[in-house]
């Protein structure tokens, strides 16, 4: 006969369910090698909603099979564990496994023994990492269905927790290469996670949209950080995936700057700048029982405030590298020769750099400045740039300060880009064999930015009409960098324009004139 009898109860012991809103179910395992246990359990927790969902019980009748079920698996909520089973302390041995070897500090362990002699609650409480103790003979529906309300709502506190930090970690982690447009929507999305965990709320759907208007006042709508369903690679939000009635719901908050909310979804209005604010929208997976919206409007302001300032410090960087680019241009342009040519020149030299493994920072730094390796030829008078054939000694002895001229102006700068636009300026025209200018530098000597621009403004420059020169062919061009290696170009850097040629080629063709 089973020991696991209940004690006679009033009916004030008796709770009645909350309605069920989820689909989600709390997983709960009964370990006991009386078939009983798990019947009666059944019985009692049968019709039980709890936090919105329903229970789903697993059985295992020893502490063997309970191992294999949790073996590798971490959905469970709660388990009741029984003392004697196939040994005297299997359950006992079963609890220290979960917490020791599994490491899982999270399911809420409650022992259940019909034999308290042998496993005293005193003792087992202090020794072992349970979270209850129910001997059978004293534990009736109402206490059992107690203790699972207990244990449920202990193991999603510990789970919110678990999320909160999982989140903040994602956001930690998003943080360290903000600067790239790219990453702003993981920012954005970790952020927002980590609020609704926080706040204990599902959402099917979040995203922050971002209205700019231009100073010709014309309103560009951005999705800028995205998760859940719909989930777009595009960053503009009419032509995103989003359903349509988002998409309304997002514009109509832009258009009535005002908040908007349901018992299924949060639509929040932040005004960042005066040329700029945000929509923050939330669509609840279940209800929004748990929902805070003053929460949510601080936390999204800061995110917004946060986003909105890496946007304008991506605008002013992207000015930046305009503005290199149309110097470089004009330098190019005033030569009469393509401003194309300074472009072309940049990406050449990036796709160099990274085939030498070199540091992204400086891959990206050489990129930047390549622009403007011929800066100096601002001061070199028009008769001599445009002439047209071979210039003379005189001539030529003018066209060679054009290195140590755009050197000058550079290094008047103090920021980092401009000190490795000085060096390109003043020796891309030293060759690896020691016989370029201004200073005869050999071999390593020569910075290895001078050297990448040297090879690639000549690749560049041979493949495009100039008044002094007509156009080589491709095949031209590879002979003479071969011809060239360890005289002109450091061996190295032919070797990977020619085992490579045809993607070198390609950014001429994509960026022809």
């Not at 709660?78 to 899982?104: C, P, S, Y």
């Not at 309103?219 to 998409?247: F, P």
């Amino acid at each position: 006969m089973s020991k696991f009898i209940f004690k006679e109860e009033s009916t004030d012991d008796f709770i009645a369910p909350k309605k069920q809103n989820s689909n989600k179910v709390w997983r709960i395992l009964v370990v006991d090698d009386d078939e009983s246990v798990h019947q009666i359990t059944r019985l009692v927790l049968a019709d039980a909603i709890i936090e919105s969902r329903r229970l789903d019980i697993v059985s295992a009748y020893s502490s063997i099979e309970a191992k294999e079920i949790l073996k590798d698996n971490t959905s469970f909520c709660m388990a009741f564990v029984d003392v004697v089973m196939e040994t005297d302390h299997a359950g006992l041995e079963l609890v220290e496994w979960i917490r020791k070897e599994q490491h899982n500090q999270a399911i809420r362990l409650v022992l259940r023994t019909g034999q308290a002699g042998s496993a005293p609650e005193a003792k087992v409480i202090k020794e072992f990492d349970i979270n209850d103790y129910k001997e059978k003979t004293d534990f009736t529906s109402g206490k059992m269905t107690t203790t699972v309300y207990a244990s449920i709502r202990a193991y999603r506190d510990i789970m919110t927790i678990q999320r909160s930090l999982d989140a903040f970690k994602q956001l930690i982690k998003s943080t360290h290469d903000l600067l790239k447009i790219s990453q702003f929507r993981p920012f954005g999305s970790a952020a927002l996670n980590h609020l609704l965990t926080l706040m204990d709320v599902d959402s099917s759907a979040l995203y922050i949209a971002r209205s700019q208007r231009d100073f010709d006042e014309e309103s560009i709508n951005l999705i800028i950080a995205c998760t859940g369903k719909y989930v777009c690679e595009s960053d503009s939000l009419d032509s995103s995936e989003i359903n349509n009635e988002v998409k309304a719901l997002i514009k109509k908050a832009f258009d009535e700057k005002c908040h908007c909310t349901s018992s299924e979804y949060f639509v929040g209005y932040y005004e960042t700048s005066p040329d700029a604010s945000s929509v923050l929208y939330i669509e609840f997976e279940d209800d929004a029982e748990h929902f805070r919206s003053s929460l949510a409007e601080l936390f999204a302001t800061n995110v917004a405030l946060i986003l909105e300032s890496l946007t304008k410090q991506h605008e002013i960087e992207r000015a930046q590298k305009e503005l290199l680019y149309i110097v470089g241009e004009a330098v190019e342009s005033r030569s009469q020769e393509t401003g194309l040519h300074v472009q072309r020149v940049s990406h050449i030299c990036e796709l160099i750099a990274k085939k030498l493994n070199l540091d992204e920072k400086f891959v990206e730094a050489i990129k930047l400045a390549s622009p403007l390796h011929d800066l100096g030829k601002i001061t070199i008078p028009e008769r001599i740039l445009h002439k047209p054939g071979k210039l003379d000694d005189e001539e030529w002895k003018i066209m060679k300060t054009h290195s140590h001229s755009g050197a000058q102006l550079l290094g008047k700068s103090k920021a980092s880009l401009s000190k490795v636009g000085a060096k390109l300026a003043m020796y891309h025209h030293e060759n690896w064999d020691g016989t370029g200018y201004p200073e005869g530098l050999i071999g390593e000597a020569i910075p290895i930015e001078a050297r990448i621009v040297a090879i690639a403004d000549v690749f560049d420059a041979l493949g495009s009409e100039r008044c002094y020169k007509a156009k080589w062919n491709d095949e031209d061009i590879k002979s003479f960098l071969i011809e060239q290696r360890g005289k002109k170009f450091q061996p190295q850097l032919v070797d990977i324009m020619i085992n490579h040629y045809q993607e070198f080629l390609d950014i001429r063709l994509n960026l022809s004139d």
